[in-house]
């Protein structure tokens, strides 16, 4: 037991230490964060480095066929062409919807290209047409064929009418930074619009008054998810605000505690801001999320404040004060009347409503507000019919006189 107690809190201070060390070095050197591209052609390494090749779309890269074959242009990241004397066929285009991915062995990285030619391919799979896979070299071919220049193309083998394969080699850039892979952030559990497979989305990257949440919004629950194996290496948040006076912020939830994000059971940060002064430009919200073994999350949410707000807290903390006092008022209420009745009927011997605390004081406001004179009638009084006769309709004085008498011989000898 004493172990794993020992265990526990060596684990403990040590994500804590690191979080402490992240929050110094990033506020000493800067965060720089990873911001998805604004287009779908660049690649994650097998060591999740970003490798964009945004500045390469459309660089053409020629092969010159040998003698019946045509010749195949590869224009980077936008589409493949066979040429001849015939015409061109178009063998594929690319998508961005990500069919750049990593190779393995020589190949670092493998393109697809879809939905080319349909002529004599009719019969492809899912009618894609004509299709071409590019294996990327990074540095030179394995032979040695390109001759300076910003690449070149290796070697193209026809697998079928339908289906092309070329290798290119291209001086690949230096790695970017590295990728939290897997990493989410959005504004539902099953969403990732400020943050997806780790990088940031354009809109968050920077600050955008479009953006910009409005003044009565005071909370925002941001929801995240990784990879349940990698969960462990999300550290707390961080938040820095510019100007740093005017908006009050406060995080709160499972996310700020350190909790680890899973795609099962998402964690939940809560940021509460609240104008304290008011202005034209929105304030910036910088987020950062350390990794530990990787480069920081960092998105950016702006807040407008036209005008002033008070403490949400107070109004809060002053219906919690009534609710308490209201269940103190009531448990007082219940022990007096307790502690009344039991009085009453064990001490006094009073039995009914008699019985009951205060119910003497509540006869006689109602006799007062009904105009009556009267108390509760006697027990002698129950049987007669003129108990509870209003004062003004009298008698006549031989029949009180009867009643006088016969209530005087009643039980005499």
Not at 111 to 128: P, R, T, V, W
Not at 160 to 181: M, N, W
Request: hydrophobic fraction near 35%.
């Amino acid at each position: 037991m004493r172990s794993l107690k020992k265990c526990f809190g060596e684990d403990v201070v040590y994500h804590l230490l690191i979080t402490v060390v992240a929050a110094v070095l990033l506020q000493a050197n800067g965060a720089v964060s990873v911001i998805l591209p604004n287009t779908g052609c660049y690649a994650l390494d097998n060591n999740s480095r970003i490798h964009d090749f945004s500045s390469w779309i459309g660089q053409p890269f020629e092969y010159e066929g040998n003698g019946k074959d045509a010749d195949l242009v590869v224009r980077f990241c936008k589409d493949v062409e066979s040429r001849s004397q015939a015409g061109y066929v178009d063998y594929g285009r690319f998508d961005k919807v990500n069919y750049f991915r990593t190779g393995s062995g020589h190949v670092s990285f493998i393109q697809e290209y879809f939905n080319g030619d349909l002529m004599n391919c009719e019969q492809s799979y899912d009618k894609m047409g004509r299709t071409a896979q590019v294996n990327i070299i990074c540095g030179n071919c394995p032979h040695g064929q390109c001759k300076g220049g910003l690449g070149c193309i290796c070697n193209v083998e026809y697998e079928s009418t339908c289906r092309a394969v070329v290798e290119l080699a291209v001086p690949c850039e230096k790695p970017g930074l590295r990728v939290f892979e897997g990493f989410t952030v959005g504004f539902h559990p099953r969403s990732w619009e400020i943050v997806y497979n780790g990088m940031t989305q354009l809109g968050y990257e920077e600050a955008h008054k479009e953006f910009s949440f409005n003044t009565a919004q005071t909370r925002v629950a941001l929801y995240m998810t990784a990879i349940a194996s990698v969960s462990g290496s999300v550290q707390k948040p961080l938040v820095k605000v510019s100007p740093e006076q005017g908006l009050k912020v406060r995080l709160s939830g499972s996310a700020a505690t350190g909790g680890s994000p899973t795609t099962l059971s998402p964690t939940v940060l809560l940021i509460d801001w609240r104008c304290n002064v008011a202005r034209d430009n929105p304030y910036e919200v910088e987020v950062t999320i350390p990794i530990e073994n990787y480069d920081p999350i960092q998105f950016t949410l702006t807040k407008m404040c036209e005008y002033q707000q008070g403490e949400g807290g107070d109004a809060s903390r002053g219906w919690a004060i009534f609710g308490v006092l209201s269940c103190i008022l009531l448990v007082a209420s219940t022990l007096f009347c307790c502690g009344g009745f039991i009085y009453k009927t064990q001490v006094q011997n009073q039995r009914g409503l008699d019985a009951l605390p205060g119910i003497t004081l509540l006869s006689a406001c109602l006799e007062t507000v009904s105009g009556v004179g009267h108390g509760y009638s006697r027990p002698e009084d129950v049987n007669n019919p003129f108990a509870n006769q209003a004062s003004w309709e009298r008698q006549p004085a031989s029949t009180q006189a009867a009643r006088r008498t016969s209530e005087v011989r009643y039980g005499s000898i």
